[in-house]
């Protein structure tokens, strides 16, 4: 809402105390304080999109991308040369025991390596893109190119399954959209440097709606020189809302050296907070007030350390039940104080144990799952 101008004033509420909401708030709010100064974005005369209701962007499927697949997830070792052992933090380990890469659920799905090479073999999986002029000299399987604009239009050497070509609004004209129209290899980067990047990135995706194509689109932001703290607020920020719009088969963030497992966390969070891509257990829990009835934050931690494995479940964990049950009104189970350490679970809406002790009310939590069939028990346990 904030990127669109509305809102004049916000609470971030989090599972913890007060006091950290308040510099997570002022790093949102201080974003929009000069934004009316950027540079400006073409008008927009027709708008393709239902702005009031979530729609998916019909774009066909090339290779693994847009059509009915998740969002992608890139992650950009360009600017350092890549090791076996880097990938942990992008979601792939090595064991060398078993000979193979063991996955997390948080593996990147493209490897940007710029003019770069691998001196190991990666796993299946993972695609590498490499610029045009690197790639035309690499071992093609499992490498794709990545082009600029006129670069593609003169290239003499493509790739038979999915190239990429990377714009932004200067260069993604009418003509280079009608070129490429019917080439189904090809996937846009969207890329920006525009202080409003969003909209302008949006503004990209309905001249390509508005002219038929139904090429797959990757988010490109750059956030270098941007510190951790904030790597975690300006990216969910920048482009949510575009996922949210159902535009979008992909993020790529571009980050300093070593901030690559955060960078990945974030997209994969991202994902997960627009409901684009699940690849967690989601918590719903509220933001804790004078009507509490247990200890919220340790509670939440103890829940979670249980039950994060849980791919794609969502438990509520609510202080009170004059507002909870309202609040986690979309979560699969619930958690919520009743009393002075008493626990009522709920399985959706319906509440099947009430006023249970707090103190085995975690192990009751994790039977309800198991009872209806969500429970796998965690790797390596
Ligand atoms: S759910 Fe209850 S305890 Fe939690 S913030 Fe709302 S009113 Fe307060």
Known sequence: MLEDGIGDTVRVSLTEEPEFEIPVARELVARYENRGSHEPIEEIREYPITPYAHHKRTTRQVLNIGGGNVPRVFADYASAALKAEDLKSVGYEYSTELDKWNMSDLACDF????MNDLDFEIPGTLGIVNDYKHWKTVQKELSYPLYCADEYLDAEEKSAVLNFIVVNSDNLTGQLIEAVLDDTT???VLSTENMHGMAEQRRMIV????????APVILKRSYKGVPAANLLIYPPTDMGSILIDGLGDGVWLDSDAGQEELSNAVQFGTLQATRTRISKTEYISCPSCGRTLFDL???TAKIRARTDHLKGVKI???GCIVN???????ADYGYVGTGVDKITLYKGQEVVERNIPAESAVDSLIGLIKEHGDWVDKPNT
Not at 111 to 114: A, I, K, P, T
Not at 207 to 214: I, Q
């Open 207 to 214: 001249k390509l709606m508005n002219k038929g194509s139904t």
């Open 297 to 299: 934050q340790q509670t």
């Open 324 to 330: 909870g049950p309202g609040e986690m009104a979309d």
């Open 316 to 318: 509520g964990i609510m």
């Open 111 to 114: 490897l940007y390596l710029g």
């Open 186 to 188: 090809v996937v846009f």
